[in-house]
T-cell receptor, first 108, second 116 residues
Framework: RKEVEQDPGPFNVPEGATVAFNCTYSNSASQSFFWYRQDCRKEPKLLMSVYSSGNEDGRFTAQLNRASQYISLLIRDSKLSDSATYLCVVNDAGKSTFGDGTTLTVKP | GAVVSQHPSRVICKSGTSVKIECRSLDFQATTMFWYRQFPKQSLMLMATSNEGSKATYEQGVEKDKFLINHASLTLSTLTVTSAHPEDSSFYIC????????????FGPGTRLTVT
């Protein structure tokens, strides 16, 4: 079993849709959690950190459930520019483990 | 803030030659830098972790004599692919972390290596 698992997708949604990604992790000692986005043939870029209380940044909401060991990312009112691969990252004492990513395609 | 540069962005070399890739943190001091490689449609694979002034820690299966890493200063790390072969062709990405108490990583734009 992988340390960090994501549904690879692809998720194909129309503009304006709401889409949610989940990510599960196996290391209960994990301390920090992040979502990155990666565009095709580009480097990953930090999208947002994930806090225990949940956090929101515009159309993006991240949630953490430590008991069930999963994090989620909700994107509301999807834009064409949201098309990318979304990477879940779990950190334990400085060591980051990346999920394989979930691919999102937003269509007009 | 938190800008990481990488050079070169693209390199084509002949089999048997060595290639050096530079990774620089431009506006912060990077106590730790990471080197990844990524094949098309695959996830990032961590190759090694380097802390300034000490030897790099390589992941299992990564040959340290083939992928030489030098983290000489708090703003510069280099990866040298020695005696490159076509199977080393890949997208190499560095990332840097330096904020005290934060584990966020900031990635360089990557180097696309093609070995002919």
């Amino acid at each position: 079993r992988k340390e960090v698992e994501q549904d690879p997708g692809p998720f194909n949604v129309p503009e304006g849709a709401t889409v949610a990604f989940n990510c599960t992790y196996s290391n209960s000692a994990s301390q920090s959690f992040f979502w990155y986005r990666q565009d095709c043939r580009k480097e990953p870029k930090l999208l947002m950190s994930v806090y225990s209380s949940g956090n929101e940044d515009g159309r993006f909401t991240a949630q953490l459930n430590r008991a069930s060991q999963y994090i989620s990312l909700l994107i509301r009112d999807s834009k064409l520019s949201d098309s990318a691969t979304y990477l879940c990252v779990v950190n334990d004492a400085g060591k980051s483990t990346f999920g394989d990513g979930t691919t999102l395609t937003v269509k007009p | 803030g938190a800008v990481v540069s990488q050079h070169p962005s693209r390199v084509i070399c002949k089999s048997g030659t060595s290639v050096k890739i530079e990774c620089r943190s431009l506006d912060f001091q990077a106590t730790t830098m990471f080197w990844y490689r990524q094949f098309p449609k695959q996830s990032l694979m961590l190759m090694a972790t380097s802390n300034e002034g000490s030897k790099a820690t390589y992941e299992q299966g990564v040959e340290k004599d083939k992928f030489l890493i030098n983290h000489a200063s708090l703003t510069l790390s280099t990866l040298t692919v020695t005696s490159a072969h076509p199977e080393d062709s890949s997208f190499y990405i560095c990332s840097a972390r330096g904020f005290r108490g934060s584990y966020e990583q900031y990635f360089g734009p990557g180097t696309r290596l093609t070995v002919t």
